[in-house]
Every structure is written in structure tokens, then in C-alpha cells.
């Protein structure tokens, strides 16, 4: 059947299963927008206030639902505010596809009007990018690039369309997507011996965990490994709800705001195993201190990052998941490391996150927002001290019900990405964590919320400064305040009223339950503002250069 190019690409949508996209309409995208007008019923656009929040709306959408996110922009200008949102998703492993709009074939190159080389520009921050310059090939590279996405690690894949490719014809045929199958093809007899026998020897194991076990849908065998070889757990950021918090195994995230007993049994344990995580710098901290006593097993289905920042005595290369039920079938007896765990159980009770020496108003706002949370929800953040403090007080209980910009730390992310939480997840609750200098960024996209009637739920930790920056300057800059102190007066409750949306205060001393409730319980949009001291630290901390187990910030006894 004879198509445009714009109908073909509305068709490979549809083929892939994809049902809503995200987008902002301009010149060289008029024929798809066209295409779209046609066919709302089958696919639902959303249009966002900036084509940024269309890249972070598909990146929460993708990360919420394990669907690939589909975003879209215009050329110039429209493309290049898309390039924070990709990179955020390639840091992070999100599969997703950015759909960009060219001038003409005949104009390219010439410094025409919004033109710009966008395959160019994103080539470091794609898996793989394409500019389609024959409609003959366009159907064939949208499959090519759904299947790029999602495949062996998950990622960012770019189509750039010139304006008359997508109204030149050709034939269509439908194609049914074939499934992805899991990657193996490194995965190795001797290397799954040698883990098990590390296993075997080992008397005090630990698991570091990363958001490769949540891309890689592999929480389930997580669990069954870690109580086969009788160990504890902890995640990196990325890695959080890869475990329940309420698991007796979990000691909390690792690193530089991560908790003191997970850092220590890092440091203390004999064997680590490494299941989807690529030691970041703020895992690791200084590399020569990092797990000194311990031999390290590697599981990732990337083999570009073995190796990369830590040695490792053991690598096994393949799909997560895969390799956890290999390895589990292999352990005939389950271990017993008794010793080890009362050893781990006794850092819990020596080590709690707490305040020294500030209040605990973010943790008491947070606490008091888990009590009054529907099980189904998702927790949205923004780039910060908040992060953190979201990341350390909620509970974590569900795999990719965390949305955080972990790897490029993004401020601005959250309000686009819970929108695509929200979109994919209708029956669910989204609330974004937020602080007032990230909210700030873009906040513009309160009117997408508000013409949709999405009921996200924006968190504003507002400490009239940006927090973390500040956190820095006081430790290592001598209180010298450069810039971070945000005093311009902005009035969020009329911000949110500007939009349609309703606004809500909590005080200092104001108890924040009941105000979080009745926001719940309203169904609708809401900007809550939370008073925090603009002093509160994220403790505990690392200082850049030292070990991990040598934190700032740590208080002895209580309840961890």
C-alpha cells in the first residue's frame, strides 16, 4: 500500500505498540503532525510546554512502564532542547526514541533555517542515531531503532527526518516486531564456575545492586540469590526498589550519600558481587580504598563497562537475569555466613541515618508522605539535596517505581518525567520530589499537567537555596555562598494558581499528614510547599577524595 513518509512512521508506531507520544509541533514536522491529527484514536500526543519535558516526559514514561518512550521535535532548535533529555536517558539506560524533525534533503548543509546537525551533536549520547534520507528505508530504520533501544542495554536512539522524506511515497507492508531476545552470547560455562566457586569460598559476601537488575527485570532471581548465598544488599541510586527496603537484607544505598553500614560492609566483606551497576564515581569514591578486602564478581550485560572504573577477579557478561537463574540453579545448598550477618545487623543498630546537628524536617515530611501513599505509586524526583533524601527515607518496594536522573543528575528532570509516569500509569499515584532551584528549571510544564489534569503531585522542598551546592560551599568553601542563595520571591502558591492548579503549604511546624492526605485524596494537580531550613544537610556524606567508609555526618545508636 502507498504511503507518505509520515504515515509510515505513524504505522512502524503502531506496529511497535506504542500509544502515546510526546512532542512539541513546528515547520518540519507539520506532515507527521498531520499524520497524527488523523489518527488520535490510535495514538494519543501530549504535548508538553518544551520539547525538554518531551524527552523527560518519554524517559518517565519508558522507566515507569518498560515500554520505549517516543518523543518528538521540530529541527534547529526544536531538536537541540531535546539533547539534555537524550543524554539523561543514555546515562540512565532507558530505552527510547527521539523522533526530529530536517529542512529538506536539497537544503541540508547550507545553513538553512533551523537547521542544525543533530545526528552530529547526539552521536556520544545515543546508542545509535540515523538520518533517513530515502522514504524507501524509513519503515525498515523505525524498527531498527525500537529494537536498538531496547536490546542488551537499554538506551537512546535518534531519527532525523527531513521535511520531504516524510510527504515522499512508497509502498508499506506491516510487519509484526519480533521479541527481543535476551543477550547471551558472551555468557560462558567457565565464567559462571568461577563465580560459583568464589561463591562457594566466600564467608562474607555482599551485593552491590544496580539499575541494570530493574532495566533487566531481574528482581525476582535477586532475591532467591541473595538469600541462596546468605548475603546482604545494598544499591546504588539507579538501583533503589531493586530490592524491597523492607527486605532484612537490605543495608541501604552505597557511597557518597549513601548509608554508613553499607559502605562499611563494603569495605568489610571478603567477595563482592557486582549484579547491573558500573561503579560511578559516587559509588566508589576513591578507588584505592574501594572493596580492598574483597575479591569482586561482575555481572553486566554491557561489556564496554567491565572493567572500566574497577578491576574485577570475575566477570560474567549477560542479560541480568539470565545469569541470576543460571547461577541459581547451580547452588544446590543454600549458604549459611550466620557470623556475617550478625555482624551487619549489629552496623544497622550502630548507624542510622539521622540529623546531628540539623532538624529533620525532610525526613519527617518524607516519612509522613509514605504513611499516606497508595500502594501502587511513584516517586519522582528532581536533582539534589531532596534526591537524596528521597532516596534514603522512603521505602523502595517495587522496581522502577523510582524515577531519578542518576547518572547525568539532570535538575529539571522530575516535572517532565513524572508526566510520563503519570500518562503511562493512569490508576497510580505520581509525586515529584522536588527542590526549588530544580523546580525552578522547569516548571513551565505546570501547563502540561494542568491541560491534561494530571494528578502529579510536585513535593517542593523549598530551602531558598540550591542545597547541595551549598552543602558544598559550607564544607569545603569556606560558608562563601556563591550564587546559591535563592531570594527572588518567587510565590509558588501563585505560580501554581497562574496555571490552574492548586496550591498547599507546609510550615516549619505544621503537621504534614493531614495536608499531604486531603492533596491525595483531592485527585488532582497540586503544588505543596514544603518549608525546610536552608542549612539541612544530606547526611551522611563522603568528601570527594576519601573512602567510603570515612563519612561526614554520622550519629552512633537508635533505630536504623
Same mark, same amino acid.
Given at each position: 500500500?502507498?504511503?507518505?513518509?509520515?504515515?509510515?512512521?505513524?504505522?512502524?508506531?503502531?506496529?511497535?505498540?506504542?500509544? @502515546? @507520544?510526546?512532542?512539541?509541533?513546528?515547520?518540519?514536522?507539520?506532515?507527521?503532525?498531520?499524520?497524527?491529527?488523523?489518527?488520535?484514536?490510535?495514538?494519543?500526543?501530549?504535548?508538553?510546554?518544551?520539547?525538554?519535558?518531551?524527552?523527560?516526559?518519554?524517559?518517565?514514561?519508558?522507566?515507569?512502564?518498560?515500554?520505549?518512550?517516543?518523543?518528538?521535535?521540530?529541527?534547529?532548535?526544536?531538536?537541540?532542547?531535546?539533547?539534555?533529555?537524550?543524554?539523561?536517558?543514555?546515562?540512565?539506560?532507558?530505552?527510547?526514541?527521539?523522533?526530529?524533525?530536517?529542512?529538506?534533503?536539497?537544503?541540508?548543509?547550507? *545553513?538553512?533555517?533551523?537547521?542544525?546537525?543533530?545526528?552530529?551533536?547526539?552521536?556520544?549520547?545515543?546508542?545509535?542515531?540515523?538520518?533517513?534520507?530515502?522514504?524507501?528505508?524509513?519503515?525498515?530504520?523505525?524498527?531498527?531503532?525500537?529494537?536498538?533501544?531496547?536490546?542488551?542495554?537499554?538506551?537512546?536512539?535518534?531519527?532525523?527526518?527531513?521535511?520531504?522524506?516524510?510527504?515522499?511515497?512508497?509502498?508499506?507492508?506491516?510487519?509484526?516486531?519480533?521479541?527481543?531476545?535476551?543477550?547471551?552470547?558472551?555468557?560462558?560455562?567457565?565464567?559462571?564456575?568461577?563465580?560459583?566457586?568464589?561463591?562457594?569460598?566466600?564467608?562474607?559476601?555482599?551485593?552491590?545492586?544496580?539499575?541494570?537488575?530493574?532495566?533487566?527485570?531481574?528482581?525476582?532471581?535477586?532475591?532467591?540469590?541473595?538469600?541462596?548465598?546468605?548475603?546482604?544488599?545494598?544499591?546504588?541510586?539507579?538501583?533503589?526498589?531493586?530490592?524491597?527496603?523492607?527486605?532484612?537484607?537490605?543495608?541501604?544505598?552505597?557511597?557518597?550519600?549513601?548509608?554508613?553500614?553499607?559502605?562499611?560492609?563494603?569495605?568489610?566483606?571478603?567477595?563482592?558481587?557486582?549484579?547491573?551497576?558500573?561503579?560511578?564515581?559516587? @559509588?566508589?569514591?576513591?578507588?584505592?580504598?574501594?572493596?580492598?578486602?574483597?575479591?569482586?564478581?561482575?555481572?553486566?550485560?554491557?561489556?564496554?563497562?567491565?572493567?572500566?572504573?574497577?578491576?574485577?577477579?570475575?566477570?560474567?557478561?549477560?542479560?541480568?537475569? @539470565?545469569?541470576?537463574?543460571?547461577?541459581?540453579?547451580?547452588?544446590?545448598?543454600?549458604?549459611?555466613?550466620?557470623?556475617?550477618?550478625?555482624?551487619?545487623?549489629?552496623?544497622?543498630?550502630?548507624?542510622?541515618?539521622?540529623?546531628?546537628?540539623?532538624?529533620?524536617?525532610?525526613?519527617?515530611?518524607?516519612?509522613?508522605?509514605?504513611?499516606?501513599?497508595?500502594?501502587?505509586?511513584?516517586?519522582?524526583?528532581?536533582?539534589?539535596?531532596?534526591?537524596?533524601?528521597?532516596?534514603?527515607?522512603?521505602?523502595?518496594?517495587?522496581?522502577?517505581?523510582?524515577?531519578?536522573?542518576?547518572?547525568?543528575?539532570?535538575?529539571?528532570?522530575?516535572?517532565?518525567?513524572?508526566?510520563?509516569?503519570?500518562?503511562?500509569?493512569?490508576?497510580?499515584?505520581?509525586?515529584?520530589?522536588?527542590?526549588?532551584?530544580?523546580?525552578?528549571?522547569?516548571?513551565?510544564?505546570?501547563?502540561?499537567?494542568?491541560?491534561?489534569?494530571?494528578?502529579?503531585?510536585?513535593?517542593?522542598?523549598?530551602?531558598?537555596?540550591?542545597?547541595?551546592?551549598?552543602?558544598?560551599?559550607?564544607?569545603?568553601?569556606?560558608?562563601?555562598?556563591?550564587?546559591?542563595?535563592? *531570594?527572588?520571591?518567587?510565590?509558588?502558591?501563585?505560580?501554581?494558581?497562574?496555571?490552574?492548579?492548586?496550591?498547599?503549604?507546609?510550615?516549619?511546624? *505544621?503537621?504534614?499528614?493531614?495536608?499531604?492526605?486531603?492533596?491525595?485524596?483531592?485527585?488532582?494537580?497540586?503544588?505543596?510547599?514544603?518549608?525546610?531550613?536552608?542549612?539541612?544537610?544530606?547526611?551522611?556524606?563522603?568528601?570527594?577524595?576519601?573512602?567510603?567508609?570515612?563519612?561526614?555526618?554520622?550519629?552512633?545508636?537508635?533505630?536504623?
Amino acid at each position: 500500500m502507498q504511503m507518505t513518509g509520515a504515515q509510515i512512521i505513524i504505522e512502524c508506531l503502531a506496529e511497535q505498540g506504542t500509544d @502515546v @507520544v510526546f512532542g512539541f509541533p513546528g515547520g518540519a514536522v507539520l506532515p507527521l503532525y498531520e499524520a497524527l491529527y488523523h489518527n488520535q484514536h490510535r495514538i494519543k500526543h501530549i504535548l508538553t510546554a518544551h520539547e525538554q519535558g518531551a524527552s523527560h516526559a518519554a524517559d518517565g514514561y519508558a522507566r515507569s512502564t518498560g515500554k520505549v518512550g517516543v518523543c518528538i521535535s521540530t529541527s534547529g532548535p526544536g531538536a537541540t532542547n531535546m539533547v539534555t533529555g537524550i543524554a539523561t536517558a543514555y546515562m540512565d539506560s532507558v530505552p527510547m526514541v527521539a523522533l526530529t524533525g530536517n529542512v529538506t534533503l536539497p537544503l541540508l548543509g547550507k *545553513d538553512s533555517f533551523q537547521e542544525v546537525d543533530i545526528t552530529g551533536i547526539t552521536m556520544p549520547i545515543t546508542k545509535h542515531n540515523y538520518i533517513v534520507k530515502d522514504v524507501t528505508m524509513l519503515a525498515q530504520t523505525i524498527r531498527d531503532a525500537f529494537r536498538i533501544a531496547q536490546e542488551g542495554r537499554p538506551g537512546p536512539v535518534l531519527i532525523d527526518i527531513p521535511k520531504d522524506v516524510t510527504v515522499h511515497t512508497t509502498d508499506y507492508v506491516f510487519q509484526k516486531p519480533l521479541p527481543i531476545s535476551p543477550r547471551t552470547e558472551r555468557l560462558s560455562e567457565e565464567n559462571l564456575d568461577m563465580a560459583l566457586a568464589m561463591i562457594e569460598e566466600s564467608e562474607r559476601p555482599m551485593l552491590y545492586v544496580g539499575g541494570g537488575v530493574i532495566r533487566g527485570k531481574a528482581s525476582e532471581e535477586l532475591g532467591t540469590f541473595v538469600d541462596l548465598i546468605d548475603a546482604p544488599v545494598c544499591t546504588s541510586l539507579m538501583g533503589c526498589g531493586a530490592i524491597s527496603s523492607y527486605n532484612e537484607r537490605f543495608t541501604g544505598m552505597v557511597g557518597m550519600h549513601g548509608s554508613k553500614v553499607s559502605n562499611m560492609c563494603v569495605s568489610a566483606c571478603d567477595l563482592l558481587v557486582v549484579v547491573g551497576a558500573r561503579f560511578s564515581d559516587r @559509588v566508589v569514591s576513591k578507588a584505592s580504598g574501594f572493596a580492598q578486602n574483597a575479591r569482586i564478581i561482575h555481572i553486566d550485560v554491557d561489556p564496554a563497562e567491565i572493567d572500566k572504573n574497577i578491576k574485577s577477579f570475575c566477570h560474567v557478561i549477560g542479560d541480568v537475569k @539470565v545469569v541470576l537463574s543460571e547461577l541459581n540453579k547451580r547452588i544446590t545448598k543454600p549458604h549459611t555466613n550466620e557470623k556475617w550477618m550478625d555482624q551487619v545487623r549489629s552496623y544497622k543498630l550502630r548507624y542510622p541515618i539521622r540529623f546531628d546537628n540539623e532538624s529533620q524536617r525532610a525526613k519527617t515530611i518524607l516519612k509522613s508522605l509514605q504513611k499516606v501513599l497508595p500502594p501502587e505509586f511513584f516517586i519522582v524526583t528532581e536533582v539534589g539535596q531532596h534526591q537524596m533524601w528521597a532516596a534514603q527515607f522512603l521505602k523502595h518496594v517495587q522496581p522502577g517505581h523510582f524515577l531519578t536522573s542518576g547518572g547525568l543528575g539532570t535538575m529539571g528532570y522530575g516535572t517532565g518525567a513524572a508526566i510520563g509516569a503519570q500518562v503511562g500509569n493512569p490508576k497510580s499515584r505520581v509525586v515529584n520530589v522536588a527542590g526549588d532551584g530544580s523546580f525552578g528549571m522547569n516548571c513551565n510544564e505546570l501547563a502540561t499537567i494542568a491541560r491534561y489534569n494530571l494528578p502529579v503531585i510536585i513535593l517542593l522542598m523549598n530551602n531558598h537555596t540550591l542545597g547541595m551546592v551549598r552543602q558544598w560551599q559550607t564544607l569545603f568553601f569556606d560558608n562563601h555562598y556563591s550564587e546559591t542563595t535563592l *531570594d527572588g520571591g518567587v510565590d509558588w502558591m501563585v505560580l501554581a494558581q497562574a496555571y490552574g492548579i492548586q496550591g498547599r503549604k507546609i510550615g516549619l511546624d *505544621d503537621d504534614p499528614r493531614q495536608i499531604l492526605q486531603e492533596a491525595l485524596d483531592a485527585n488532582a494537580p497540586c503544588v505543596i510547599e514544603c518549608e525546610i531550613p536552608m542549612d539541612d544537610k544530606a547526611y551522611p556524606m563522603v568528601a570527594p577524595g576519601a573512602s567510603i567508609d570515612d563519612m561526614l555526618g554520622v550519629g552512633e545508636l537508635g533505630d536504623y
